[in-house]
């Protein structure tokens, strides 16, 4: 799915918006990964990172795809919101962060 190349034509025309795509999909990792697997906080962050990582160094490999720094700070950036995010939600209800 992610080596698929996509025309331009196919997706919404903004400055950036595949970081933001990237953003948006390692936050929602982030959220299944919580929520399916019981390990600390930084070894998810540590996992979504390396999987960034591998994402954008697989990119690099192929000919029609290119690695970019930005879109691993993107995916980087997703995943620590979404537990950003999720600590907010404990300290607002008064549920233990785990």
Do not use: N
């Not at 698929?4 to 299944?32: M, P, S, Y």
């Not at 160094?57 to 997703?78: C, E, H, K, N, T």
């Amino acid at each position: 799915m992610f080596a698929k190349e996509i025309q331009a034509t196919q997706i919404v025309r903004f400055a950036h918006a595949d970081k933001v795509a990237h953003f948006g999909v390692f936050f929602v990792l982030a959220f299944f990964s919580h929520h399916a697997f019981r390990f600390r906080i930084w070894f998810h962050l540590m996992l979504l990172t390396f999987y960034g990582a591998g994402i954008e160094w697989m990119q690099d490999s192929l000919p029609y795809r290119q690695a970019s720094w930005g879109d691993f700070i993107a995916d980087v950036a997703g995943a620590i919101s979404y537990f950003f995010a999720y600590w907010v939600y404990c300290r607002k209800t008064g549920k233990p962060y785990a």
